[in-house]
């Protein structure tokens, strides 16, 4: 497909288990977005990679919080010795250039920490 | 820190009427400002995108008013539809400064009724 996809679709989890979510971007596009959904809310900011360069991490909230895009593509988020806060919808976008507009949405991981 | 405000959390209106979501933002620098949809599952979809140089922007429907003095922008949906029940996010980035993730309002959930 065209678009931004993510998986898994769903993950459940025990509190205290390691997870990981991927996302694939549009091809060719260069600047790459994680957010994080709470039920209810709008999404708010993560982390963010031009190409392989994370140039931004500010909004991870802990340092069990780690993303990466090794080869500039493919990312992956990671949340070590998961909480049940982290409950929520992880969303990732994708853009074509360095203005990083407009961005691109996946359908998001549905995480849920037992 | 709450840097975009969102009103109102819900809005019920009839098949052909118009809604009107309403956004304030605090960060001056802050020079572009998308409206997302997002149906329940999906991620945000862009619908519609203003920068601060114009008063407003039409595309089929959908209508951004911005007032840059007031630091406000408003999305108007015409002739509202069934199919438009949805939530709908503003958000607010800057394109050339180096805040470029977007900061989401709170959502408001929209029904239009038959």
């Known amino acids: 497909g065209a678009g931004v996809s993510q998986s898994p679709r769903y993950k459940v989890a025990k509190r205290g288990q390691d997870v990981a979510l991927r996302c694939d971007p549009i091809?060719?596009?260069?600047?790459l977005f994680w957010y994080q959904q709470a039920l209810g809310q709008g999404p708010e900011f993560l982390t963010y990679?031009?190409?392989?360069?994370?140039?931004?991490k500010s909004g991870l909230p802990s340092d069990r919080f780690f993303a990466e895009r090794p080869e500039g593509s493919v990312s992956t988020l990671k949340i070590q010795r998961t909480q049940q806060e982290d409950s929520a919808v992880y969303l990732c976008?994708?853009?074509?250039?360095?203005?990083?507009?407009?961005?691109?949405f996946g359908d998001g991981t549905r995480l849920s920490i037992l | 820190q709450q840097q975009v405000k969102q009103s109102p959390q819900s809005l019920i209106v009839q098949k052909g009427g118009i809604s009107i979501i309403n956004c304030a933002y605090e960060?001056?620098?802050?020079?572009?400002f998308p409206w997302y949809q997002q149906f329940p599952g999906k991620g945000p979809a862009l619908l519609i995108a203003?920068?601060?140089?114009?008063s407003e922007k039409k595309e089929g429907r959908f209508t951004i008013s911005f007032n840059k003095s007031a630091k406000q922008f408003s999305l108007h949906i015409m002739d509202s539809q069934p199919g438009d029940s949805a939530t709908y996010f503003c958000?607010?980035?800057?394109?050339?400064?180096?805040?470029?993730?977007?900061?989401f309002g709170s959502g408001t959930q929209l029904t239009v009724l038959p």
């Open positions: 091809s060719g596009h260069v600047s």
């Open positions: 960060n001056t620098a802050f020079d572009y």
């Open positions: 203003i920068r601060p140089d114009v």
């Open positions: 976008a994708s853009s074509l250039r360095n203005y990083n507009q407009p961005q691109h």
């Open positions: 990679f031009q190409n392989e360069a994370q140039l931004d």
């Open positions: 958000a607010a980035a800057q394109i050339s400064g180096s805040a470029r993730q977007l900061t």
